[in-house]
């Protein structure tokens, strides 16, 4: 089973791109899937997030508001990292479990896809590694016109994240999504025929 990673920069359209991938055949196993599971109440992360950023990151059903948390850790570092610290080993166990599971079925291609791949340090496994690249402009347009953000929140979350430049150093394959998805869908199958051999 082929087993690649997936991950781009926030509003880079790394989900997109995913979607192209799904369509050509690859299992998509999507982190930020498995992030909701471990904080949903009474799962593993979700006690211990409460306890450390308060009960006011909570919604009226008590579950927490992703929106409240991240406009939290997007301008705190420590607070960011402390997050990551509760959550990643958990999100990671997960994953395992989903890799495990689709090994059994015959899957012949999975794509691991996360915003934070390279950070967590899981790019050294999960290869190849493909990096969704876009322009800066473009990460601001498209951030701002899905959350309704000004120019300057968007900046600042962009600014929060390890820039594109050096995630797309450490990849094996760059996938440039700033043009039209025609474009991009081309660079997508060029990839897969590559990764499959199918040249």
Same mark, same amino acid.
């Not at 593993?44 to 006011?56: C, L, P, S």
């Not at 090994?103 to 340090?121: D, F, N």
């Not at 600042?156 to 998805?181: F, H, V, W």
């Given at each position: ?15 997109? #791109? ?18 909701? +599971? #471990? ?18 990151? /909570? ?23 402390? /997050? ?17 599971? /689709? +090994? ?7 794509? #691991? ?10 790019? !050294? @496994? ?15 347009? +498209? ?42 869908? !081309?660079? #997508?199958?060029?990839? @897969? ?7």
């Amino acid at each position: 089973m082929k087993l690649l990673g997936l991950t781009g920069g926030i509003a880079s359209g790394k989900s997109s #791109v995913a979607r192209m991938f799904s369509k050509l055949g690859a299992r998509i196993i999507d982190l930020d899937k498995l992030a909701r +599971r #471990v904080t949903e109440p009474g799962a593993r992360a979700y006690d211990e997030i409460v306890e450390h950023f308060g009960d006011t990151i /909570l919604d009226a059903r008590g579950c927490i508001n992703r929106e409240k948390l991240g406009s939290l850790v997007f301008s705190d570092k420590k607070a960011r990292k402390k /997050l990551e610290e509760i959550t990643h080993p958990k999100i990671g166990e997960e994953l395992i479990k989903e890799i495990q599971n /689709l +090994r059994k079925t015959g899957e012949r291609c999975v794509l #691991v896809e996360a915003p934070l791949l390279v950070e967590a340090g899981m790019h !050294h @496994w999960l290869k190849p590694f493909i990096v969704v690249t876009a322009s800066r402009e473009n990460q601001i347009s +498209r951030l701002r016109k899905r959350n309704g953000l000004t120019r300057k929140e968007a900046l600042k979350r962009i600014s929060s994240q390890m820039p594109l430049e050096e995630k797309a150093k450490l990849a094996d394959y760059t996938i440039d999504n700033s043009g039209t998805p025609k474009e991009t869908r !081309h660079q #997508v199958r060029a990839i @897969w025929e590559n990764i499959l051999g199918k040249k």
